[in-house]
């Protein structure tokens, strides 16, 4: 059982990340400066790269198959057995993958939080020199 000290509290705030099994304090605090549409499309980009990724993979794997049962080894084998592999991989990205997804989401968030971090340190320094 995982000890997650939000989940008794009443404020919105994020979800303690984990990673590796481990609490991830830097995510935690990235996740607080990214709002939450910009979760949202991060996870979908990771997801969909991982399912790219899966997909050469899956490519790579059958490449060599000769065609078997209904289609045999026609044209047409070549492009439902390509058809077949995308799906493949786009399930397996979106029912957790192989993780890679996961460490692209954290780099994508972290970066993001980095990025949002340097804008509001460059408007404050702004209103410093204004205020001068």
Same mark, same amino acid.
């Given at each position: 059982?995982?000890?997650?000290?939000?989940?008794?509290?009443?404020?919105?705030?994020?979800?303690?990340?984990?990673?590796?099994?481990?609490?991830?304090?830097?995510?935690?605090?990235?996740?607080?400066?990214?709002?939450?549409?910009?979760?949202?499309?991060?996870?979908?980009?990771?997801?969909?790269?991982?399912?790219?990724?899966?997909?050469?993979?899956?490519?790579?794997?059958?490449?060599?198959?000769?065609?078997?049962?209904?289609?045999?080894?026609?044209?047409?084998?070549?492009?439902?057995?390509?058809?077949?592999?995308?799906?493949?991989?786009?399930?397996?990205?979106?029912?957790?993958?192989?993780?890679?997804?996961?460490?692209?989401?954290?780099?994508?968030?972290?970066? =993001? &939080?980095? !990025?949002? @971090? +340097? %804008? =509001? &340190?460059? !408007?404050? @320094? +702004? %209103? =410093?020199?204004?205020?001068?």
């Amino acid at each position: 059982m995982q000890f997650n000290p939000t989940s008794t509290t009443h404020t919105a705030a994020p979800k303690l990340a984990m990673y590796n099994g481990r609490p991830d304090f830097t995510l935690y605090d990235a996740l607080t400066k990214v709002s939450p549409q910009q979760q949202a499309k991060a996870k979908s980009t990771a997801t969909d790269f991982e399912g790219m990724f899966l997909n050469q993979m899956f490519s790579q794997m059958t490449n060599g198959l000769k065609g078997e049962g209904p289609f045999g080894d026609t044209p047409g084998t070549g492009v439902w057995r390509s058809m077949l592999t995308e799906q493949y991989s786009k399930s397996f990205a979106k029912a957790c993958g192989i993780g890679i997804s996961k460490d692209i989401f954290r780099e994508l968030i972290l970066q =993001q &939080a980095k !990025q949002t @971090s +340097q %804008v =509001q &340190a460059g !408007q404050a @320094s +702004q %209103v =410093q020199g204004n205020k001068t």
